[in-house]
């Protein structure tokens, strides 16, 4: 057992060593983006399924709330949180479509949409994007393995280079926690 923990941490420090090499520019994209679009009184939309409706939450709450700093909150939402909506929808539209119908009623032009999904292929996630296009507003996927057909519609995407979910999950909340840190940055000066 011990040999197959030490497995798994070296496996998930592997992925991010391959994130250090290959991935900080689009880190560092992705959060001059969200800092432009709180800049200018938009705010994060964040959506996935599962584990990554947890990350969603996860990283609303550092932006509302704090991650290091006591500072003013800044604009950020899950869209995963409101069981009424979501069942609602999910009976009256399809469940391709919770997230899409939220965007339409909540979305602005100056927000950001960050659709997680360790496959790239949740089609919720999708029909959201196609909606913040649809609206102007700016998409980034957080995604996995080869990023699915997230990535041929995101403006910009980061793909976790792994094919195992638990790695990717983990790497998913580790760029969370970085952008939270640079953007919390960028409003604590």
Same mark, same amino acid.
Do not use: W
């Given at each position: 057992?011990?040999?197959?923990?030490?497995?798994?941490?070296?496996?998930?420090?592997?992925?991010?060593?391959?994130?250090?090499?290959?991935?900080?520019?689009?880190?560092?994209?992705?959060?001059?983006?969200?800092?432009?679009?709180?800049?200018?009184?938009?705010?994060?939309?964040?959506?996935?399924?599962?584990?990554?409706?947890?990350?969603?939450?996860?990283?609303?709450?550092?932006?509302?709330?704090?991650? @290091?700093?006591?500072?003013?909150?800044?604009?950020?939402?899950?869209?995963?949180?409101?069981?009424?909506?979501?069942t609602a929808v999910a009976n009256d539209y399809g469940y391709?479509?919770?997230?899409?119908?939220?965007?339409?009623?909540?979305? %602005?032009?100056?927000?950001?949409?960050?659709?997680?999904?360790?496959?790239?292929?949740?089609?919720?996630?999708?029909?959201?994007? @196609?909606?913040? @296009?649809?609206?102007?507003? @700016?998409?980034?996927?957080?995604?996995?393995?080869?990023?699915?057909?997230?990535?041929?519609?995101?403006?910009?995407?980061?793909?976790?280079?792994?094919?195992?979910?638990?790695?990717?999950?983990?790497?998913?909340?580790?760029?969370?926690?970085?952008? %939270?840190?640079?953007?919390?940055?960028?409003?604590?000066?």
């Amino acid at each position: 057992m011990r040999d197959r923990i030490k497995d798994i941490l070296l496996e998930s420090i592997q992925v991010k060593e391959e994130l250090l090499r290959s991935s900080v520019g689009i880190i560092k994209e992705i959060s001059d983006i969200m800092i432009d679009s709180l800049k200018k009184n938009g705010k994060v939309i964040l959506f996935g399924n599962g584990g990554s409706a947890s990350d969603s939450q996860h990283i609303a709450a550092e932006l509302v709330g704090r991650f @290091k700093r006591d500072r003013n909150g800044l604009a950020a939402i899950a869209l995963t949180t409101n069981t009424s909506i979501l069942t609602a929808v999910a009976n009256d539209y399809g469940y391709e479509q919770v997230f899409a119908k939220q965007i339409e009623a909540l979305g %602005c032009r100056n927000d950001i949409a960050i659709g997680i999904s360790t496959s790239g292929k949740a089609k919720n996630v999708l029909a959201g994007f @196609k909606q913040a @296009k649809k609206m102007g507003i @700016k998409t980034v996927a957080l995604t996995g393995a080869d990023g699915g057909e997230l990535v041929k519609i995101a403006d910009v995407a980061l793909v976790v280079p792994s094919s195992i979910t638990a790695r990717i999950q983990e790497s998913h909340i580790t760029i969370g926690h970085i952008i %939270c840190e640079l953007v919390e940055q960028a409003f604590s000066q």
